[in-house]
């Protein structure tokens, strides 16, 4: 930070420089370091001016996302030959693009992609895989967006054996077309820092901080008005000159800059008129979370380029396919048939000895997880396989192609959970935050959008239901993760995508609950963070206090959220003896332990002596169920009825049935043995 005094004292001298160029075209630089008096809110705070790296100190572009967006460079060249092509370059998802070079497709280079890199921020640079041909003179290069995944670009460097290499600054583009791409230059005066109007109740701000600046001496004329600033989210402001409100500056937008470490400089739509002689200006936040400003320019006489466009303030609908809109008609999955509960004292037991015919028998294995229904279970509402925007996230996001490295199920599911990962960086997502739908949030992140963690676990749920895995929406207080049901551990797991980390206790992979005991009851013993990279598993001992965070749990009973809102009507919470204070006031589970950790995708099944067979009943709670599949001592899978009779043999006799789903994904493995000799 630096004394507001300080500053007046070394840049009212450069205002006053500036302002007193030629009159055929003079330019006022102020400083919003400079500011002369704020109020009406919480002051803004000032940061003193940082040296940009000498290689991005003439800024880049960004927001480069629309398919057929191009940008187009003129380039004299001295000697005509074969060019090798760099570009500098950072995209959080991976970009493909095209080339052509004086109206001509470059081959090789029609399309090309480039990869992914860590964070938007994350730099690096890449050779193209083919040369373009150049001749001398001016050349004309074009690269065209072909997907919907944005791209930062600083530098093209083009290189031939002999030659000194050609820079061209990305922001030096000589034409556009079919989108509009932000330019960003680094600050180099210092900034103010304008937190959020606050709000009363209703969310309606009870100020209006302004901010105020004082030019001593000003040349009478119009003049255009340009703002450098930063801000992650889309601003209103009003500009009032001289105590009056300039028109049509009475409730100007300032697009998003996506980041407020991200620098743009745009002229506003209309023009001020400065009197000749001392001048006041204030700029009035009306509306927007975070702002940072760097200067305001004046430039006199207007220049006769356009505004730029100011961007939409609020997402766009979800899609003009009407089949991607939120649909609340859409029901939910069908669960398969329940379990009957068979006649008392009928039904087998493991151990127990039956006599069938001049067949004696003995239950040696019941391996099969039961048909829960209470409570909690019944408020569940599953995302329905007919849903035709499962199949949309499927495709478009090519999660087959995501998961297909795993070997096992959990592994392929750590994977969803780390692309999720990646989709975005962390951070307020501005006019979104209510926002619940997978294909709206992945849309938008791909657009240099930042989101948080229920966005993180709204994604990862819907992305696994894409793929016929079950996965519900969790909370603690300020945390937002998920469960996954694993058809490989037979239980359900907690998966946190913001993160990309799940818990595990020698080597078992733990539910919310599990994890809550272990770290408050059993001090964390054995219990291990696990992070999944792009290395691999990051395993190390489990912070205990945060043990803290999870005395309350909630569970929120649908996934469905590409059609419908969380149901928090129906939301319920983990509270016990170990829990202090208060979260919401929701119905309890009486045993936490079980009963919001029903199973599903079972094959539960009764089996019951019936004359010379074993009369076989199947159950499950499997959502989006298909069918029921047995298989007899080893034999091939068939589909069954949930009914049928078993005709056993001397000797060992095994039964396999599982429950599979729509998605073609069978659930865990039931298993029943009995041996039998005459």
């Known amino acids: 930070m630096i004394r507001l005094t300080r500053i007046l004292a ?98 090789g280079l029609d399309p090309f992609v ?29 690269i065209t967006c072909l997907d919907d995944a944005s791209l930062w670009l600083n530098e093209i460097v083009l290189t031939a054996e002999g030659r000194s290499p050609i820079v061209i600054k990305a922001v030096r583009f000589a034409e556009q077309g079919g989108g509009r791409v932000q330019a960003l230059t680094p600050i180099t005066l210092g900034y103010v820092n304008e937190e959020e109007n606050p709000r009363g109740e209703g969310g309606a701000p009870t100020s209006q901080h302004w901010m105020e600046w004082t030019i001593a001496e000003a ?29 049509g500056l009475e409730a100007f937008v300032l697009v998003s800059t996506a980041d407020d470490v991200n620098w743009h400089e745009t002229k506003l739509p209309a023009t001020i008129r400065l009197k000749d002689g001392r001048n006041t200006l204030r700029l009035t936040n009306i509306g927007g979370r975070r702002f940072r400003l760097s ?41 398969g048939p329940p379990l009957p509960a068979a006649a008392p004292g009928t039904a087998l037991a493991q151990g127990q000895e039956l006599t069938l015919g001049d067949l004696r028998a003995t239950v040696k294995t019941l391996d099969a997880l039961p048909y829960v229904e ?41 994977l969803l959970m780390k692309w999720v990962y990646d989709q975005w960086d962390f951070g307020y997502p501005r006019e979104m935050v209510p926002e619940h739908s997978a294909i709206e949030i992945l849309k938008h992140s791909r657009r240099e959008h930042k989101f948080f963690c229920t966005h993180s676990a709204a994604v990862l749920m819907s992305a696994a239901n894409s793929m016929g895995w079950v996965c519900r929406a969790m909370g603690i207080p300020r945390h937002s993760f998920t469960e996954i049901w694993s058809n490989e551990y037979k239980k359900w797991v907690l998966l946190d995508a913001t993160s990309s980390y799940y818990p595990e206790r020698d080597g078992v992979p733990l539910n919310t609950y599990e994890f809550r005991q272990s770290l408050l009851l059993d001090q964390g013993k054995g219990v291990s963070h696990v992070r999944v990279t792009d290395a691999g598993l ?9 043990g803290q965070r999870l005395l309350f749990i909630g569970y929120i009973p649908n996934t469905n959220y590409m059609d419908r809102d969380a149901d928090y009507e129906k939301f319920f919470i983990t509270k016990d003896e170990l829990t202090t204070g208060k979260w919401h006031t929701r119905d309890c589970p009486p045993n936490p332990a079980v009963d919001p950790y029903f199973p599903i995708n079972q094959a539960a099944l009764t089996l019951v002596p019936d004359g010379q067979t074993v009369k076989v009943t199947l159950g499950t709670m499997t959502p989006n169920f298909k069918e029921f599949r047995v298989r007899v001592d080893g034999g091939a899978w068939q589909a069954t009825g949930e009914v049928f009779s078993w005709p056993l043999h001397a000797g060992v006799n095994r039964l396999e049935a599982v429950s599979r789903n729509k998605f073609d994904m069978d659930g865990p493995v039931s298993t029943v043995v009995i041996e039998g000799q005459k």
């Open 10 to 107: 070394v840049f009212g001298i450069l205002v006053l420089a500036a302002a007193s160029a030629a009159a055929e075209e003079r330019t006022v630089v102020i400083p919003a370091v400079s500011l002369s008096a704020q109020g009406d809110g919480e002051d803004a705070t000032l940061t003193e001016a940082r040296r940009p790296p000498e290689r991005f100190a003439a800024g880049y572009v960004h927001f480069w996302y629309t398919p057929g967006h191009w940008l187009q460079w003129t380039v004299d060249v001295p000697d005509a030959g074969q060019y090798d092509v760099a570009l500098q370059y950072a995209t959080k998802i991976g970009a493909s693009r095209s080339m052509s070079v004086n109206g001509q497709a470059v081959k």
């Open 219 to 247: 040349v009478a004329g119009e003049y255009d008005v340009y703002l450098h600033y930063a801000a992650d989210n889309v601003c209103t402001r009003r500009l009032d000159v001289n105590g009056q409100a300039a028109a």
């Open 374 to 414: 209470n409570d909690f279970s019944k408020r569940y509402a599953f995302d329905n396989y007919d849903n035709p925007k499962l199949r949309y996230l499927r495709e478009k996001y090519r999660l087959d192609d995501v998961v297909a490295p795993g070997k096992t199920e959990f592994e392929k599911q750590l």
């Open 538 to 546: 990051d395993k190390k001992p489990q912070d205990v206090q945060y």
């Open 295 to 335: 200067s305001i320019r004046l430039v006199s006489p207007p220049q006769k380029t356009p505004p730029e466009a100011a961007a939409e303030a609020t997402p766009a609908a979800a899609d003009e396919l009407p089949m991607l809109r939120p649909d609340p008609s859409m029901p939910p999955a069908p669960l």
């Open 114 to 142: 480039l990869p992914r890199t860590s964070r938007w921020s994350a730099w690096t640079e890449v050779r193209l895989p083919a040369p373009v041909a150049l001749k001398a003179g001016p050349n004309v290069l074009r």
